[in-house]
């Protein structure tokens, strides 16, 4: 007699691919159910002020997670990548905001130039940076955010008939003769930029969120990603494999330095000043904080956790001075949940349990049919 074997088929989608799906999708249904509400005329103005920030905070969290989850490495240098970007894509919409009155063309070329001048300062950077580890490359990033700030906290950048003055020092200012006809203050020092367009809203930040997210958990399912996740588990079997994994880390920074400055020009294109000192210390350990919450491997989870904290303390500003201790227990909770053994294995025991019973229901049905 015959026996028959039980064959296995192949799951139509990998482990990568299901999750991918599932981000896209939540996203997806989070776009609807904002449009939604805003559509409805219920929505505060508080409300609709705080989703242009939400997307960039998303957009640098998930691209600082390039550098602390998928490679390992800490770094604190989000805040000067944003600031570059922040200046690069001002200085270049008041330029030319007469030449190319269009926002629909001069907006993305803004984003594009904001990012890739933040990559090259990832790629120049990364040289000497990539070859340290742990603290050490934690304390020098941190420096680079520290003197990216200081250098546009005192630049000044003005235009006029007679070509482009740039200078340090307020003093070399004040004594440069401009033509007080065609004099325009672009940077001023500690003032910052004011005049940037307001081309920043929230359908513009949320696709711009979406393409990193799909370039990204591409990159990550790819054979460069899975090439940094491999040096970031053990480097010395990544570098037997025949790994370059300075090459791969590299890769890794420079991506995560363009979308922290695209983040950093959709947050200038919604200020009416931008000055250099709102990315300080405080900015790097902020967004650093949005990553490690969020469990630092999954895209999807730190984008709930960072929206979830950016808006919590706002939501909570009715209560005073209860506000912050309760953003305090959330702080908590988030970090034991994500961080905790037993809480996890918990969670895929109920995941299983849950698929198990939707496969029984599926057989049941068929049976019955």
Known sequence: MKTKTAVKKAPLLSREAKDRTIT??????????????????????????????????????????????????????????????????????????????????RFPVAI?????????????????VLRLRGDYLAIVTLAFGEIIKSVFNNLYLSIDKNGVFLSMSAEAKAAHVFDLETKRDIIKGAQGITGTPRDSSFVICFVVVVIALIIMLNFMDSKQGRAVMAARDNRIAAEAMGVNVTRAKMTAFVMSAFFGGVAGVLY???LSTLQAVKFDYNLSILILVFVVLGGMRKMRNIVISTAILYILPEALRALNDYRMLIYAIVLIVMMIVNNNAAIKAMVEKLRDGLRDRAKAGKKEEGGEA
Request: neutral net charge; charged residues 5%; glycine residues 12%.
């Open 24 to 105: 896209y999708i939540m996203m997806a249904v989070i776009f609807v159910a904002v449009q939604l509400y805003l559509a409805s005329g219920q929505a505060g103005r508080s409300f609709k002020g705080l989703l242009v920030p939400t997307c960039v905070y998303i957009l640098a969290a998930i691209s600082l997670n390039l550098v602390v989850g998928v490679s390992g490495e800490l770094s604190l240098g989000a805040a000067g990548f944003m600031c570059i970007g922040a200046f690069t894509g001002s200085v270049f919409s008041i330029i030319t905001s007469a030449s190319i009155p269009n926002a629909a063309i």
């Open 112 to 128: 594009l130039l904001g990012g890739v001048v933040a990559a090259i300062f990832g790629f120049l950077i990364g040289i000497p």
């Open 268 to 270: 200038a294109h919604n």
